[in-house]
């Protein structure tokens, strides 16, 4: 099926050290990006997002890097704690095809993980 | 809380049995997303409405998968004859504006036996 591919399904970091994860994503026509951290049994929650006429974006802690020309997008999480344990999926948002709808297409996710 | 509010949030079936799931989004988000994620994937796209007008289905979603949302508020995902196959998380979400973000519920969990 369509999707975002994401090639690190793990990725294990101390506290306090800086993380990365990666994004490869497929539909150049794709226009808005997000990434999404999800922790065990509830919902995908917002984090950052970026538009594609960007290729930086800073929030608190984390950094959003998108580089069109080879379409990957990067989120980098200063000084990781703990509690940014969970799963971390980036989406694109694909503009409508004939007779369809813009929506957002998910990767499968890396599962990050802090060590103390 | 994001304010998208999903019931219920577990719910164990027997096989061939039907089952439906509410979804309540932001009061004044138009558009409204189901999405249905497996263990260890990613959330894949089931349907989409603007307003009450389901405007698109997955080819994920077969005919024994309804969804509804008869005032443009409230929207309703209804399974028939379940089978084990449908065993996922069942997330929806809304969004007020193109290209914005997605706000997400907690889920539906499904587990048919």
């Known amino acids: 099926g369509e999707s975002v591919g994401l090639h690190l399904p793990t990725l294990s970091v101390q506290e306090g050290d800086n993380s990365i994860i990666n994004c490869a994503y497929s539909n150049s026509a794709s226009d808005y990006f997000i990434w999404y951290k999800q922790e065990s049994g509830k919902g995908p929650q917002f984090i950052i997002d970026?538009?594609?006429?960007?290729d930086k974006r800073q929030g608190q802690r984390v950094t959003v890097l998108l580089n069109k020309t080879v379409k990957h997008l990067s989120l980098q999480i200063a000084a990781t704690q703990p509690g940014d344990s969970a799963v971390y999926f980036c989406a694109e948002n694909r503009p409508p095809l004939q007779g369809g709808s813009e929506k957002l297409v998910f990767g499968k996710g890396t599962k990050l993980t802090v060590n103390p | 809380d994001t304010g998208v509010s999903q019931d219920p949030r577990h719910k164990i079936t027997k096989r061939g049995q039907n089952v439906t799931f509410r979804c309540d989004p932001i009061s004044e988000h138009n558009r409204l997303y189901w999405y249905r994620q497996t263990l260890g994937q990613g959330p894949e796209f089931l349907t989409y409405f603007q307003n009450e007008a389901q405007l698109e289905k997955s080819r994920l979603l077969s005919d024994r998968f309804s969804a509804e949302r008869p005032k443009g508020s409230f929207s309703t995902l209804e399974i028939q004859r379940t089978e084990q196959g449908d065993s996922a998380m069942y997330l929806c979400a809304s969004r007020n504006r193109v290209s914005g973000e997605l706000f997400f519920g907690e889920g539906s969990r499904l587990t048919v036996l």
């Open positions: 970026i538009r594609s006429n960007m």
